[in-house]
């Protein structure tokens, strides 16, 4: 069975719901806390690394910066590893701003980062997101529009330069907080890395709608594309 | 050294003071880069030379909790091993040479300090300010000889020393003190016949009205004036409002799904299968009103680990909140009149809210239900409630969980942050009414991320049976705590040298009575000492031994091994007489406000009433302030506390599904709240009937089985004993008595008994204004009801929004509207409608029968702004009108059928091929009134109104 690590510990505040998500998916999980995640030998025993949202270190300093500091110090090489392994990582929410502070969707320097909404509040609210068609990675698969409720006070992309490295994932319907050309979630150029600041993991009950129970499916969908394709992953490993 | 970083798009910025013992090159790089991001900050004067000619320095006064410096210091320590490194925060802001500055918008004095430096070109200024630290002369204990100490000499120190002792209250310590029993056994155990600081002030902290709700236990002998409206009650004696109209009324309503009420920290029914709910409301007043944004941020964190410290631990799923401030509609002239030292409506709101905001955010628990309410006798202290449900396994490793099961000879264990002066007197100063010279240490600010983990922390050291008892440290600190535990094995000791300070200095008493936040304290049997300190340590919440339970019947306290206070805990407890005060009810009082307000004016047509009711600030959406409150975090929150779709409309409850907590898929928890100010000066009984009809009312609506409310009481009251200073407290106190014997017969034909509760009984503020007048600002009282409920089938929950063209819109409720009283629409008070508990009650039943059967497409109840509030407030997310005709008797006023504020009513919209069903099943009256069109009009009768015009008005605030 597909096994995923979902970070816990030190203010992260989704990972019940994150765990359910990929346990509804079909997906096993282990709940690491970044204190054991960052003592680990090797993430060799998982095939998907999930960052939950929440509020890592307090969002002091900045949000995600924090826990992207100790990742880089302790962990380095093994993300390095699994990135090129072409293994899924998504980051929600705060998980989004760790890994835009890890600099893992840029080749070189970091050209974005994650700033305060331009109305400077924390919004909770539901949003439909298009997903960007140009996009081919695995995650994306199959999906369609999306509806789902973003929790952020630091989400509004800025990007210094043209996109290069990174690929729109979702985009918003709407200007909800400033966002680079409304960008709500994005991938690496390879495809295996999704960050997006709204919460599917929030969205994939049809109890939890307010309508368009249906849109639930879809948001389910997403955690699936990573199990499937992580399937795949361990059957092309098998083969070699 | 200092580094400030500045935000590239805006004029601000952070600065950091940091001192390290010899730095290297590479080592403050590193630093730099934690502390800036390459994309949008630059650190001032390497990176970015902006031209400015001001700069304005933002930081904490020493000993100010510091949640960024705190959480920097973890990562640094890591990356910079081996090196000490002092952190402090603050803030910086940018100006030009001409622009004004506003420093006391960007800070607050009694937490922060502000520095503005002006200078003629940028690169004159040099951040070279001192690095802030907490230097506190060393104290000693000091004695008190009650023996030569005159009562006089007593009340000067009780007053100095914030103690909060009344007269009664010293001649009971000078008795005790200085009889010779007591002085024999203090001679046994080597204490000194003088009585030492530590234990007097932890008798102030047990005693004080905080602690102890001595009003809500005093023997009260109620008369009420032969002139009065309102329900006559008659003269009585009543020996504790507490026992006999809350407590006593739970017991006789006797449900069987109640399993601790009123024994700890928090309520606890039983509403699943797997888990049981617990629930607590707080008041942080006096906190948050010195600092709004702390004194919130406490009050939330602190219901939340009321939580954490029920039965043998819960974890908090949802809060809510019920907020009171004065007018955000004031003038300057009228904020003008206002004593200095008051902060401004605005500036109280703003930094609430964001209390509020970061509290919930922050911990990850859902802020699923509130209520807002303005009131001009709300600027001298607003009211902040929190409240938070939680949720515990009904059995851990085979353990009724709702037990805690400490025993003599079981180790303290304090966990979380350190003691500091801050939080120092909160019990006792929260006891007195609040005047210019309140003091600062009072004050702290939360630290979220401390609990986080802490909570992390608790619920796996419960689950894996590492301790046997828990509590928090809230008002009145280790005192209150350790001594409140230590009832239950009967003594306890504490070694002072143990627990972990933030800095050094601070006095004997001051470590055992300081409520520095984030703490919890544990139980912990020997053997499973080593497991339980290995885990606290691991996941970093600071374990400190501090000493043990026993059973000798004292509370111990010992400074390196010296004992150094002991206090018989049946003294402590159960020694103090209970007050023997008057009541007496004068009747109806005309609202006095604190300033001079406008006349009304009269005759007033339709559509400009209708504007006043929607804008009127207690009726106007609070959309643009409840966003910014994450409630959906856990992925649980199945009703929310808006519908949005094309617009937004507002719900009356808040429902927490109970699948992902692993219950059944079915099943749900509603949380709903009410309170009705307004109308105390009318008459405190009927206040109370309709705030408990209101609250229940709001937990029909969403599907709540009747037959599972539970209810919690928060009383905010103007100080109700009678002194030279307080003329009317007798009046006061009779009002508190109406309240507590309407509660008692409410709830007794409702059958909703009560779970928890608290009181805040000093909710006055005095002070002076500029020309020298002495001003005094009570809250009016103030009763918040917050119910919990059972929702058998999550999925027949209706929501208030108007679903579909065509459905007929019915109201449910008394038709006695040609009776006029006090309402939003009408400043006048008239006459009170009757308000028939068993009659309500009927109600209630036939509309959970109705939602039951699935004949309704949406609900809501009637309450502030009346029937016309309720349907265009549910008109808006569906972006739908309605066209009411011919719907009102011959004796009927369309005034006060629209906007009278009646108990017990809803209205409800049904579809048309239901409606001959809804007619058959309905045996109750009922008026229709309309339909549901999709027409850009609303039309009422002879009236029409633009339906966008309404909605601008509403929302203009969003």
Redesign the interface.
Known sequence: MIRTLVL????I??H??TA?AFQKAGSEVDFI?I?EFLRLKSFDLWDIIAFP???S??????SG??LA??IN??QKENLKKFISQKKPIVGICNGFQTLV?LGVFEKK?????L?QNHHN??????TKLRVDKENKSFWLKEIDNLHM?V?HKEGRL?A?KNITDFKIAFSYDENINGSFQNVAGITNEEGNILGLMP?P?????P??F??SHHMAIQNLILFKNAIEYSKGLRNEKSVN | MRIDVLNT?LNTG?SYWIEGDDLTDNEISIIKG??R?????AILYEEARPNFHQLLEVSFRPGVTD??A???R??LS??IPNKTIELATGRIFLFNQNEKVDIDQLHNPLIERANLFQFHQASDYIPSPPFPKVELPLREINYFNFDILTLKELEELSLKNVWAFSTSELQHLKEYFTSQEVKNERNKKGLSSNISDIEVEILAQTWSEHCKHKIFGAEINYTESEQMTGKKLGNFQVNSVFKTHIRDITNTIKKDWLISVFEDNAGIVRFGQNNDYCLKVETHNSPSALDPYGGALTGILGVNRDILGCGIGAEPIANMNALCFGSQKYTSDIVDQLPKKLKSPQTILNGVHKGI?DGG????IPTINGAMSFHDNFAGKPLVYCGTVGIIPQKINGHDSYLKRHIPGDIIVICGGSVGADGIHGATFSSMELDDNSPATAVQIG???TQ??LT?FLIEARDAGLYRGITDNGAGGLSSSIGEMAQKTNGAVINLESIPLKYPGLSPFEIIISESQERMSFAVAPEKLEEFLNLAT???VNPAVIGHFHDEGSFDIKLNSKLVGSLSLDYMHNSLPPMKLKAHYQGQNNESTWYKKPAIQKKESFESIVEKVLSNENIASKYHLV????????????Q?PF???EKISPNDCGVI?G??FGEH?DLGVSLACALLPHLSHVDTYFMTQMVIDEAVRNLIVAGTNPDYIALCDNYCWPDPIESENNPDGAHKLAQLVRSTKALADTALAYQTPFISGKDSMKNDFVGFRDDGEKIKISVPPTLLITGIGKVNN??KIR?SAFQSNGDIIVYIGPMDFEKKYKSHAFETSYDLPKFDSEKNWKIHLAIHHLLDHELIESIHDVSEGGIFTSLVESSFANNLSFCLRDFLNSNEDLHAFCFNELPAGYTVTIKPENFECFRSEFKLPYRKLGLVTSSEEIIINEYQLNKNHMYKIWSQND
């Not at chain 1, 320097?109 to 980062?113: D, L, P, Q, W």
């Not at chain 1, 993991?201 to 009950?205: P, Q, T, V």
């Not at chain 2, 966003?627 to 992925?635: C, I, L, M, R, Y």
């Open positions: 816990t510990g030190e203010g505040n989704s019940k719901e359910r806390s204190e949202g929440g509020f270190f307090g969002d002091e300093i900045r910066k924090l500091q100790k110090l302790h502070q320097e970091r050209t974005i980062t700033a509040k924390f919004i909770n609210r539901w409720p929790r800025k210094t919460h993991e929030a969205a994939i009950d109890e939890l307010m309508d | 798009e952070a934690v502390l991001d390459p994309i949008d900050q949640n960024a705190i959480a920097l973890t990562v890591d990356l905001e955010n922050k911990s990850g630290d979220p991320l986080r983990r992390d691991k996941r970093a966003e910014q409150f994450d409630h959906e975090v856990k992925a649980a929150t199945i929310k519908t949005t779709k599904w699948a992902p898929k999550i999925n929501s």
